[in-house]
């Protein structure tokens, strides 16, 4: 196992499954929303396409979600969540602008 190397609690190493949790920025209630939710869905499904990893479970709560994910094949647990976040943060500022083509 290798740590991170800014960070004592992130661990990387082979065939290790993660609990993650991310809090959502000043607890704004995007999940109470069903187009966030669909958004999230979706670029979580596209994610996991992209930056092989297995997916366990996810939960969506209105200020934040957890994932039980492994990845696989060299991936990186920290290149899938800054994608994630990412590209939801992304796509979610659209659709609060106004933007419909997400």
């Avoid at 995007?30 to 979706?42: D, M, Q, R, T, V």
């Avoid at 979580?44 to 992209?50: A, E, G």
């Avoid at 930056?51 to 994910?69: G, M, S, W």
């Amino acid at each position: 196992m290798i740590k991170h190397r800014d960070s004592q609690k992130r661990i990387y190493g082979e065939d290790i499954v993660y609990f993650i949790t991310v809090k959502i920025h000043e607890n704004f209630p995007y999940f109470k929303e069903k187009i966030f939710c669909n958004l999230w869905i979706e670029e979580l499904r596209l994610c996991k396409k992209l930056k092989n990893f297995k997916l366990f479970a996810f939960c969506l709560l209105p200020d934040h979600f957890h994932l039980l994910v492994q990845p696989e094949n060299g991936a990186n647990i920290s290149k899938i969540m800054k994608s994630l976040k990412e590209n939801f943060s992304r796509d979610a500022n659209k659709i609060i602008r106004g933007n419909t083509t997400v």
